[in-house]
Nanobody
Framework: QVQLVESGGGLVQAGDSLRLSCAAS????????MAWFRQAPGKDREFVSV????????YYADSVKGRFTISRENDENTVYLQMNSLKPEATAVYYC???????????????????????WGRGTQVTVSS
């Protein structure tokens, strides 16, 4: 049974940092893209970042570029999201997702789409106070 379990969320102040973790089990995700999405109250789930297995590329939403960093452990079944200089608008439930394997020629926009991911965690709450 495939499981993705997020951890590391919490309540922090603006400007602080958090590191989210996602532990995947039930299969090997070395050839899968592993991503982070977030969903704020009353809003759609939105793409944050992805680590693409093929070629090892990473992509970020413009709103977090330069402040968030995605990484994977060597066994590639764990993915992290280091979040620095947090802003109140980052308040949301953060979800880990896995999908693919993707053809390395797909457009970057593919990785940003919620419906491209087959496996999801239950989420971890991040709250940033001003």
């Amino acid at each position: 049974q495939v499981q993705l379990v997020e951890s590391g969320g919490g309540l922090v102040q603006a400007g602080d940092s958090l590191r989210l973790s996602c532990a995947a089990s039930g299969r090997t995700f070395s050839n899968y893209a592993m991503a982070w999405f977030r969903q704020a109250p009353g809003k759609d789930r939105e793409f944050v970042s992805v680590s693409v297995r093929n070629g090892g590329n990473t992509y970020y939403a413009d709103s977090v570029k330069g402040r968030f960093t995605i990484s994977r452990e060597n066994d590639e079944n764990t993915v992290y999201l280091q979040m620095n200089s947090l802003k109140p608008e980052a308040t949301a439930v953060y979800y880990c997702a896995a999908g693919g394997p993707f053809d390395p020629r797909v457009a970057v926009s593919t990785y940003r789409a919620v419906n491209e991911y087959d496996y999801w965690g239950r989420g971890t709450q991040v709250t940033v106070s001003s």
